[in-house]
């Protein structure tokens, strides 16, 4: 009996060892990293400028993914992070963009302003209650009892807030104004290790000393060609005055700042700690600064990688030294587009023209008096889209599906409109490829009934908001990485639906994925 149990412990033992060494387990941090504008050609276009420990460790450890791809049409950083976190597409989660008219107020909406609920460090109300879908987050939650710790950081608090879905212990993003990390009453109490940050280190406490100029020697940043610059840049915030704020959240030096809080929030949060996994988002900046053209800031683009590189490096060996790179799962992803340029000089005889949309939208109300009577029979418009005013509609007994398609062939003889999409035609022709795409960045609650198509190198503009953006319809390849968790090294060419990606992640953690995510999980070697 002895020599049995003596037997049996023995098996039990190495069979024990044996898991120790294969561990199927969940990781007991995963941190997601959502850039947003990161470009995989300009990874690959700057990687002699990279360290060992940043990108580089990623391409040669990490699970490398290329040929990725956004579900819907136009994306936004706010349409992108919803997209990335719910692993659906607006048609579902409802974030079509960062504003849209409102139909109830008369107004334009924010995604995430919410006025049941305070600023902290901040004037904005804000919530992520406008989602429609749950989050990754929201089902870590769900699946741990409410034990898993998740916080949310980014720049903007559109990124912020949407990532960290309805269950986030905190949500936290940099105020335009006053330079503080701020957050919102939704989440509860602000954590004292936030309020410390900012009473002692706080953006406003020293940008006004601080300045951008490149990390390497300008003669380095050679990728990118324009005749618009000379080389070295000097930008000093305090010159931008009340602007300051918002500039540096375009900078090359954001990310830095992000993970200055990301660092204290690890080290006082709590995460990683135990068997219950948690979650931290980071969003960082790969976009051009100032929202300014390329070509007008080929050095600045270069130094900003060169400088989120630095970062990446920074918050994978912080993690590591934490949890152990076992015990972590990474993954890094991007929103998918790049702001509008500037126009194209003259000189080059690119075709271009401008494209005013309240202009049309006024004409295209007078088009309708002149047929059926006076009355308002647009409600508003916003971005390329225009909303009718159903109430007239029914005051007249107009046929809505008429009024549509009457609206699409007066604005379809317009300058500068290649393309008039009904919501009735998106919802009917869904087997075409380009209505797809389309489609699935409407949404029957808050999208206009008309979206326009502007011309390539055309600029749609609004008078009221002095917006202006010029068309481009330049492919921007999405990447995404995973690292750590035991993963193996691999690269996966097949390409990829950035709506995949929380299924997958969800998997890992073995917990359900989001209720409105339909996309399957990507195999990852271990």
Not at 220 to 243: C, I, M, P, Q, R
Not at 260 to 274: F, R, V
Not at 312 to 321: C, D, F, G, T, Y
Request: glycine fraction near 8%; charged fraction near 25%; charge should be neutral.
């Amino acid at each position: 009996m002895k020599i049995f149990l003596k037997s049996f412990l023995s098996v039990l033992f190495v069979a024990g060892e044996i898991s120790a060494q294969n561990p199927e387990s969940v990781p007991k941090l995963v941190v997601g990293i959502t850039i947003d504008q990161l470009r995989y050609d300009y990874i690959e276009m700057f990687k002699p400028l990279f360290g060992e420990k940043g990108f580089a460790r990623l391409f040669r450890e990490g699970i490398v993914c290329r040929n990725g791809e956004y579900g819907f049409s136009n994306p936004d950083k706010a349409s992108a992070t919803a997209a990335i976190y719910t692993g659906a597409t607006p048609y579902v989660n409802g974030i079509v963009g960062r504003k849209w008219f409102d139909r109830d107020s008369d107004k334009l909406a924010g995604c995430i302003d919410d006025d049941k609920y305070a600023g902290i460090y901040t004037m904005r109300g804000a919530s992520p209650e406008k989602l429609m879908t749950t989050t990754l987050a929201d089902e870590l939650k769900i699946a741990t009892g409410g034990k898993s710790i998740i916080y949310s950081i980014a720049a903007d608090a559109e990124m912020a807030v949407l990532a960290g879905g309805r269950n986030a212990n905190g949500s936290f993003w940099i105020n335009d104004n006053n330079g503080k990390w701020s957050s919102s009453t939704y989440y509860g109490e602000f954590p004292g290790w936030a309020a410390r940050y900012n009473d002692e280190n706080g953006l406003d406490l020293k940008l006004d000393t601080m300045a951008w100029k490149a990390l390497k020697n300008v003669s380095l940043y050679k990728y990118l060609t324009s005749e618009w610059e000379d080389g070295a840049f000097d930008w000093n915030f305090k010159n931008f005055k009340k602007l300051k704020y918002s500039k540096f959240k375009t900078s090359g030096l954001v990310n830095e700042e992000i993970n200055n809080l990301a660092e204290i929030c690890l080290n006082n949060s709590g995460m990683g700690t135990d068997n219950i996994p948690d979650l931290l988002m980071l969003a960082y900046n790969a976009g051009n600064f100032d929202d300014r053209s390329t070509i007008q800031c080929i050095y600045e683009i270069q130094d900003t990688y060169v400088r989120l590189d630095k970062e990446l490096a920074r918050i994978m060996s912080l993690v590591e030294k934490k949890v152990g790179s076992g015990n972590v799962l990474f993954f890094v992803t991007s929103t998918g587009y790049v702001n509008s340029e500037m126009k194209d000089l003259s000189k080059y005889n690119i075709p271009s023209g401008e494209f005013y949309l309240n202009r049309c939208s006024a004409l295209l109300n007078m088009f309708f008096m002149a047929k059926y009577g006076d009355g308002n029979y647009i409600e508003g418009f916003y971005g390329d889209e225009i909303y009718i005013n159903r109430k007239t509609l029914e005051e007249k007994k107009l046929d809505y599906e008429k009024i549509l398609n009457e609206a699409s062939e007066f604005l379809i003889t317009f300058d500068g409109i290649a393309d008039v999409f009904t919501s009735k035609r998106l919802l009917l022709d869904i087997n075409i490829p380009e209505l797809y795409f389309k489609r699935n960045a409407f949404n029957r609650e808050r999208s206009g009934d008309i979206m326009i198509e502007i011309l390539p190198g055309w600029s749609s503009r609004d008078e009221n908001s002095y917006v202006n953006n010029v068309k481009r319809l330049e492919f921007v390849e999405t990447p995404l990485f995973f690292w750590g968790n035991g993963l193996k090294a691999d690269k996966q060419e097949a390409g990829f639906r950035v709506e995949q990606i929380i299924p997958t992640v969800s998997k890992i953690l073995r917990i359900r994925s989001p209720n409105a995510a339909a996309g399957h999980p990507l195999l990852l070697k271990k």
